[in-house]
């Protein structure tokens, strides 16, 4: 049988994958892509491909919804990679001003754990806001409009959008949640424990490359794109942690503590309890 990684452009280490000579070559896989990470459990229901990789909401909620989850491995932490931005011109000044204000996020995602945080921070909820679910693009321009009064970006529109002077962080992500890239299947794809081993062999050896070499890697993100783009995503690359562990008890208890978060913010209907019998972290 053919093995088949799923691949969507704000999973970088994936989208990279898909595009880095002799990526996972001992495996041999197809790569699939597709647009975002909250369609991944849908897709690897449907059997379009066997593993995936999103921010550490969308596996979560797919185990919420009834699917057996299996972690494979994760990223490093991802510190930048998440704000909430308000205009410049605007008079919030805190987390807590956003009560009762409309907030563009992609919500379902990694952002939506980010905001819970951050308004527990001021003693609010995520009920306390008007979640508004909308493309990062289209994001920025309610913001630039006034639709919005906040909205929670992440990299690169977040980099991009704070390049061009409109915009300000109320707060940063850094270490208020772990962040990470969680690469993940579903029980009903049937991979074996040997596979998944083998995954997270190959993610972190890729990672390794991509930290010695992130010319390489802004010029395959940005291939047909302009210099500033291929700037744009040189810094990008740089500037992030391409480490990957295995998943084991630690990062499954991570995953716990989102969703407790999530639970006591109503975003999930019962509580979980994330299976730690998972393999070992390295």
Not at 121 to 147: C, K, M, N, Q, W
Request: glycine letters at 8%.
């Amino acid at each position: 049988m053919v093995f088949r990684i799923g691949h969507h452009p704000n999973n970088l280490h994936l989208k990279l994958a898909s595009l880095w000579p002799g990526a996972f070559a001992s495996m041999k896989p197809e790569f699939a892509a597709y647009t975002e990470g909250r369609e991944t459990a849908d897709r690897l229901t449907r059997g379009e491909f066997d593993i995936g990789g999103t921010g550490s909401t969308p596996p979560i909620l797919a185990q919420a919804a009834g699917l057996s989850v299996t972690y494979a491995a994760a990223s490093a932490p991802r510190p930048a990679n998440g704000a909430i931005l308000v205009s410049k011109a605007s008079d919030i000044q805190s987390v807590g001003d956003l009560k009762g204000k409309p907030v563009a996020l992609v919500d379902g995602s990694f952002l939506t754990y980010f905001l819970a945080k951050q308004l527990e921070e001021d003693g609010f909820r995520l009920t306390d806001v008007e979640r508004r679910d909308i493309a990062p693009i289209a994001s920025s321009e309610a913001l630039r409009d006034g639709a919005v009064s906040a909205w929670v970006a992440m990299a690169p529109h977040l980099e991009q959008s704070l390049a061009s002077g409109e915009f300000r962080v109320l707060a940063n992500c850094g270490n208020l949640i772990p962040n990470r890239s969680q690469f993940w299947t579903i029980e009903a794809r049937g991979l074996s424990a040997e596979t998944l081993q083998d995954f997270a062999g190959e993610l972190k050896l890729l990672g390794a490359q991509i930290a010695a070499d992130p010319e390489k890697a802004a010029a395959l993100l940005s291939a047909g794109g302009e210099e500033a783009e291929r700037r744009a995503w040189t810094r990008v690359v740089s500037e992030r942690n391409w480490q990957v562990i295995t998943a084991g008890d630690a990062l499954l208890r991570e995953q716990q503590a989102e969703a407790d978060t999530l639970y006591r913010h109503g975003d999930l209907v019962a509580q979980l309890t994330i299976d730690t019998k998972n393999g070992k972290e390295s």
